[in-house]
T-cell receptor, first 114, second 112 residues
Framework: DSGVTQTPKHLITATGQRVTLRCSPR?????VYWYQQSLDQGLQFLIQ???????AKGNILERFSAQQFPDLHSELNLSSLELGDSALYFC?????????????FGPGTRLTVL | QQQVKQSPQSLIVQKGGISIINCAYE??????FPWYQQFPGKGPALLIA?????SEKKEGRFTISFNKSAKQFSLHIMDSQPGDSATYFC???????????FGTGTRLLVSP
């Protein structure tokens, strides 16, 4: 158990819908990262937040957005869902703030878009 | 230049054998190279990591070998066990940038 929690574990929805994925980092970790894992793209970095502020952006679609709240939990919002958005979504957190390299991953949310 | 190339895609090893997974990178700014282990339905778990100032790091049955000049690194699993059957990902990172760049993964099966 990494100490990173994610909810829900599974999510099934229809095309065009909007969903919210939630992540709580390890106690004391200020950085949260979101990754998407799909069969054809592998593990891809989406976005990073540090202490409530966006710090880095990767291959994140404009239909996707994220935020980190004062209690440090983070939410990834996916809207206008398409079949191709079906994937595993992981969040990770890092000790030592921006200087930390180790990223500890949560158990993921499996999103299925029908 | 951001890619990390991983091979093989899949690997079958007998119990007690040595599993070897290789990765290559191009970006010389990378300075942190972790390996992650992922079981079905679980998140990637950090296994072992190395920085380019050392050529080898060992933790239990897991060893990373690092060749800076060749821009390659590999994971060796000694005395492989059926419980090691999982997907292994190499990754690379530049400390100045926060994202991990992952290899494509190797599905390891250790036969009893």
């Amino acid at each position: 158990d990494s100490g990173v929690t994610q909810t829900p574990k599974h999510l099934i929805t229809a095309t065009g819908q909007r969903v919210t994925l939630r992540c709580s980092p390890r106690s004391g970790d200020l950085s949260v990262y979101w990754y998407q894992q799909s069969l054809d793209q592998g593990l891809q970095f989406l976005i990073q937040y540090y202490n409530g502020e966006e710090r880095a952006k990767g291959n994140i679609l404009e239909r996707f957005s994220a935020q980190q709240f004062p209690d440090l939990h983070s939410e990834l919002n996916l809207s206008s869902l398409e079949l191709g958005d079906s994937a595993l979504y992981f969040c990770a957190s890092t000790p030592l703030g921006l200087a930390g390299n180790e990223q500890f991953f949560g158990p993921g949310t499996r999103l299925t878009v029908l | 230049q951001q890619q990390v190339k991983q091979s093989p895609q899949s690997l079958i090893v007998q119990k007690g054998g040595i599993s070897i997974i290789n990765c290559a990178y191009e970006n010389t700014a990378f300075d942190y190279f972790p390996w992650y282990q992922q079981f079905p339905g679980k998140g990637p778990a950090l296994l072992i990591a190395i920085r380019p100032d050392v050529s080898e790091k060992k933790e239990g049955r897991f060893t990373i070998s690092f060749n800076k000049s060749a821009k390659q690194f590999s994971l060796h699993i000694m005395d492989s066990q059926p419980g090691d059957s999982a997907t292994y990902f190499c990754a690379a990172k530049n400390t100045g940038f926060q994202k991990l760049v992952f290899g494509t993964g190797t599905r390891l099966l250790v036969s009893p």
